[in-house]
C-alpha cells in the first residue's frame, strides 16, 4: 500500500470589498469634464476626489499605461504604495473620474481596519444578492466573492481596494477575481508585494509638485514663504492640504501659520473646524519622517507619543498599524537619542515588532539598544544582554534556530551565575529545548525538559500553565523519537488537567486530543486514532466551521487513517471535499492542494482505477515541473507514480520509458 502525504492545511478565509454600478446615459449627462461628480457610483462605493487636490498626471499615466499596456496576467493588477496620507487614495478616486468611460462596473472596496468582510456583504445586498441562507446565518466569504465575481461576469470591471492594512494582505488574493476583463487597483501602505502585480512607490510631493499647490490654492504673494512653508511640511501631500485650509479658513499668513505650527502642532492639527483625514499624532510622526534634523520640541513630542503607544501595546497584528513605521523611521533617524529613550521598554518593542512578522526591524532597534546599553553599563553585565535575548528571539520566529540557541545558551549560563537556578528563569531552559526539539534534536532536547519539568512540578504545580507546556513538549520529542507509549501516557495526564480546567471545547484540549490520536495512529490502532479524529471533526465544524484550516486539518487525519485501514473510498470522499475547498481558496498550483491530489490518486490506484489516478498525477507532474524542477524529489516520484499506473495498465513498454 501506498504512502499517503500527510499534510492537509488550508489558510482561513478574509474579508472583502466594496462597488459600483454602471451610470448610464442620463446619469453621465451629469458627469462634468473635468472634476467628475460620480453620483451613481458614489451610492455603492466610489467617492468624489478633493476638489483642491493637486493633478499628479504622471502618476494618473503610469496608472492607465499599467492597465492598457499587456504583460501577461501582470498588467491586471496595479499596487499603489506609500506611507499614509501621501495622496494614494485619492489618486484612486482621480483614476475613477478620468478613465470611468473605459469600465463597465467600478468597485470601491474599503479594505482598512478589518473591514473587508464586511464591505462585501454591504456590496451583495446592494446589488439585491443574498448574503443569507435559510436559517439567517452568513454565507461563508468565499460563496460572497463568488456571488459579486459572477455579478460582473464577462463584463468590464475595475475593483478597487482602498487602504488594504498589513493583516488583510496576507490573504487578499482569494479577493481579486479571476473572471475575465476584470482589473485590480489597490492602495496600501504595506511596502512588500508579489512580483505577480505592477507595484508604485507614491511619495510625498516633489519641491515643484508642492510649490504649485500652494500656490494655486492661496493669495500669498511671497515665493520664499511657500517655500518655508512646504520644507517645514516635508512636501508631505496630507499635511500641506491641511495647512491650505486653515490658511485660507483663517486668513493668515504663512508665517504666522509656521511660527504657531511650531510651537502648538498638536493643536493646529487636532482642529474640530478642520476635518482631517486620520488621526493627528499619526499626522504628526509621517510629517517628520522626512526631516533628517528635527527640533528637541518635535522629537519630544513624537518620544512622547510613542511611548503612550507603546505602553498600551497589544499583541494582534492590527494594534499599532499607524505608527509602527515611523517609529522605525525615527529610530533610523535619530538611533542614538531613541535607543536612550526606549531602551526600558524593550518588550513592548518586540511585542508589537514580531506580531506584525518585522523581525529585521525589531532585530536592528534591538542591537541599537544593545549597544547603548553596553556602552552604558559596561559589556558584560545583565542588562545590555537582556537586549541580546530579545534578539534571540527575533531569530527564532524566523527560524534561525542554530543562531538563536547560541545566544540563549549563553543568556543562561549569565542567569545561573547572576541568580542560581530558580523558576524566574525558566522561560530560557524552555526556548533552548524548543530550539532543539525545532532542529530535530530531540534527544538533547529531553536533557533539557525533564529537569526543567521537575522544576516546574514542585514549585508551580502539576497543573501551572508552564509545566503543562513542558509535559507537552516531552511529549512532542518522545512521538518524534517512535517512544509512542510513553508520549501517549503523558498525553492522557494533560487531556484529564484540560479537560477539567478548560473543558472539551477549548482549543488546547482539542490539540491534546489529536496528539493522542496520533500516537495511536502511530501504533497502528487505527479504530482509536479514528473514534477521536472523528469526535475532534465534530467539535470543530460545531465551533469553528468546516472550512476552518483546523478543521480541514482534522479530515486529512480521518481520510488519512481510513486509508491505512484500506477502506479507500471514505478516504476517497473525504479527500476529493478537502481538495474541493483548497482548489477554490488556494487555487490548483498550491503545494496543499497538489499535496491532496496526489492522496486522491493514490486512492484510485488502491481502487483499481489507474486511468483516473494517472490523469492526475499527470496534472500534479505538470505543476512541479514548472514550479520545482524537474529534478526536485517529489517531482521525480510522481514521475515515478506515473510510470507504476502505467504498468498497471500493461503499457511496460511505455512504463520503461
Known amino acids: 500500500m501506498k504512502k499517503l502525504l500527510k499534510s492537509v492545511g488550508v489558510p482561513a478565509c478574509i474579508g472583502r470589498p466594496c462597488v459600483t454600478a454602471d451610470a448610464g446615459a442620463s446619469e ?6 473635468l472634476y467628475v461628480e460620480i453620483t451613481v457610483r458614489s451610492i455603492l462605493g466610489v467617492q468624489p476626489s478633493s476638489s483642491s487636490l493637486y493633478l499628479r498626471e504622471k502618476e494618473l499615466c503610469e496608472i492607465h499605461k499599467y492597465f492598457i499596456t499587456p504583460q501577461g ?42 473591514k473587508l468582510q464586511t464591505s462585501m456583504k454591504k456590496i451583495c445586498q446592494k446589488l439585491g444578492l443574498n448574503v443569507q441562507n435559510s436559517k439567517g446565518e452568513y454565507f461563508d466569504i468565499d460563496v460572497i466573492l463568488e456571488k459579486v465575481h459572477n455579478y460582473f461576469k464577462n463584463e468590464k470591471t475595475l475593483y478597487i481596494f482602498d487602504n488594504v492594512d498589513d493583516e488583510s494582505v496576507r490573504n487578499l488574493k482569494m479577493y481579486i477575481s479571476n473572471q475575465p476583463n476584470s482589473f485590480t487597483l489597490i492602495t496600501s501602505q504595506w511596502r512588500i508585494w508579489s512580483n505577480n502585480v505592477n507595484k508604485m512607490h507614491i511619495d510625498v510631493f516633489t519641491f515643484e509638485e508642492a510649490f504649485t499647490y500652494v500656490k494655486d490654492n492661496i493669495k500669498e ?33 504663512i508665517e504666522k501659520y509656521i511660527n504657531w505650527y511650531r510651537s502648538e502642532p498638536l493643536k493646529l492639527l487636532d482642529n474640530d473646524i478642520i476635518p482631517t483625514e486620520e488621526e493627528s499624532k499619526s499626522l504628526a510622526c509621517r510629517h517628520f519622517q522626512n526631516k533628517n534634523s528635527s527640533t528637541n520640541t518635535y522629537l519630544s513630542l513624537l518620544e512622547n507619543y510613542f511611548k503612550a503607544e507603546l505602553n498600551g501595546v497589544e499583541y494582534h497584528v492590527e494594534y499599532g498599524k499607524n ?42 532597534i534591538l542591537k541599537a539598544v544593545q549597544c547603548f546599553l553596553e556602552e552604558t553599563y559596561g559589556e558584560n553585565t545583565i542588562v545590555p544582554i537582556l537586549a541580546k535575548y530579545k534578539i534571540a528571539n527575533c531569530l527564532y520566529s524566523m527560524g534561525k534556530y542554530k543562531d538563536a540557541l547560541e545566544i540563549y545558551y549563553s543568556f543562561d549560563k549569565i542567569l545561573i551565575e547572576f541568580f542560581g537556578y530558580n ?9 533552548i529545548a524548543l530550539c532543539l526539539l525545532d532542529m530535530g534534536k530531540y534527544n538533547d532536547a529531553l536533557e533539557v525538559l525533564y529537569p526543567l519539568e521537575k522544576i516546574e512540578t514542585e514549585t508551580l504545580g502539576k497543573t501551572h500553565p508552564d509545566t503543562m507546556t513542558t509535559k507537552h513538549n516531552i511529549a512532542c520529542c518522545l512521538y518524534e523519537i517512535g517512544k509512542y507509549n510513553e508520549a501517549l501516557e503523558i498525553n492522557f495526564l494533560i487531556n484529564e488537567i484540560q479537560t477539567e480546567v478548560l473543558g472539551t471545547n477549548h482549543p488546547a484540549t482539542m490539540t491534546t486530543n489529536l496528539n493522542i490520536a496520533h500516537c495511536f495512529s502511530e501504533m497502528g490502532k487505527y479504530s482509536k486514532a479514528l473514534e477521536i479524529y472523528y469526535s475532534v471533526d465534530k467539535l470543530q465544524t460545531e465551533s469553528l466551521g468546516i472550512n476552518h484550516p483546523d478543521t480541514m486539518r482534522t479530515k486529512g487525519f480521518i481520510a488519512l487513517s481510513l486509508y491505512e485501514i484500506e477502506r479507500f473510498k471514505e478516504a476517497l470522499e473525504i479527500y476529493e471535499s478537502i481538495d474541493e ?22 486512492c484510485l490506484e488502491e481502487t483499481e482505477k489507474s486511468n483516473e489516478a494517472l490523469i492526475i498525477y499527470n496534472s500534479i507532474e505538470k505543476i512541479q515541473t514548472e514550479f520545482l524542477g524537474v529534478d526536485h524529489p517529489f517531482t521525480l516520484d510522481t514521475k515515478y507514480k506515473i510510470a507504476c499506473c502505467i504498468r498497471d495498465m500493461g503499457k511496460y513498454n511505455e512504463a520503461l520509458e
Open 28 to 33: 453621465r449627462k451629469e458627469l462634468k469634464a
Open 581 to 602: 475547498m483548497q482548489t477554490k481558496i488556494l487555487g490548483l498550483n498550491h503545494p496543499s492542494t497538489t499535496r491532496t491530489k496526489y492522496n486522491i490518486a493514490l
Open 221 to 253: 504673494n511671497t515665493n520664499d514663504n511657500i517655500k518655508n512653508l512646504i520644507r517645514e511640511l516635508g512636501y508631505h501631500p496630507f499635511a500641506i492640504t491641511q495647512a491650505i485650509k486653515y490658511l485660507i479658513m483663517h486668513n493668515i499668513t
Open 323 to 364: 505608527f509602527v513605521f515611523h517609529f522605525i523611521n525615527m529610530f533610523r533617524i535619530q538611533r542614538e537619542r531613541m535607543s536612550k529613550t526606549f531602551h526600558l521598554m524593550m518588550d513592548s518593542i518586540e511585542k508589537l515588532l514580531l506580531c506584525k512578522g518585522l523581525f529585521q526591524e525589531a532585530i536592528e
Open 423 to 431: 523558576t524566574d528563569f525558566t522561560t530560557t531552559k524552555t526556548k
Open 73 to 114: 496576467e501582470k498588467n491586471l493588477t496595479v499596487v499603489l504604495y506609500g506611507m499614509s496620507g501621501v495622496g494614494k487614495t485619492q489618486l484612486a478616486k482621480k483614476y475613477c473620474e478620468v478613465h470611468y468611460k473605459l469600465y463597465k462596473n467600478i468597485v470601491w472596496v474599503d479594505a482598512a481596519f478589518g
